[in-house]
């Protein structure tokens, strides 16, 4: 089985797109595991943007996105990701600690909602799954034997 792993972000904070950041790129966290051909996206910061642009480009109709927390850089690039306006796609999107305050789709939801931003969740045509877990549980994504455990 093989594993690959691209980064399309790696910024904390905040974007930094100016050319003294060319080296290791300006866009925040945002990464792109493929395992045998399964697609599992860790976080959703601008990087995420490319990373859809690409993904349109391929028919990859089905992809993990587990997001590691839910400060804006690690969120804030979801609203720009192509593919999730895509009806013919579908994302399961997973996140931990979010119960207390909803869970992960009421988070994106919020960080979509009038005033903040002009385009809501629903608004996304491809299918959204939404899973919330605790810290400790390991997470089935069929990966062909590769696991995937939260902390």
């Given at each position: 089985m093989s594993i690959r792993v691209k980064i399309w972000g790696c910024r904390g904070s905040i974007a930094?797109?100016?050319?003294?950041?060319?080296?290791?790129?300006g866009n925040t966290?945002?990464?792109?595991?493929?395992?045998?051909?399964?697609?599992?996206?860790?976080?959703?910061?601008?990087?995420?943007?490319?990373?859809?642009?690409?993904?349109m480009k391929h028919e990859q109709d089905h992809c993990y996105i587990l997001l590691t927390h839910t400060h804006w850089d690690h969120i804030n690039g979801f609203p720009f990701f192509a593919p999730a306006f895509d009806k013919n796609r579908h994302f399961e999107i997973m996140a931990g600690h979010l119960m207390d305050k909803g869970g992960i789709r009421n988070i994106l939801e919020t960080q979509m909602d009038n005033p903040m931003f002009p385009v809501p969740l629903d608004a996304m045509q491809a299918k959204l799954s939404f899973t919330d877990f605790n810290a400790g549980e390991d997470l089935d994504l069929g990966l062909g034997g590769a696991k995937v455990s939260t902390a």
């Open positions: 930094c797109p100016a050319p003294t950041h060319l080296k290791y790129g966290t945002s990464l792109e595991v493929d395992v045998g051909g399964i697609k599992l996206l860790l976080d959703c910061g601008t990087g995420i943007r490319n990373l859809g642009k690409q993904m």
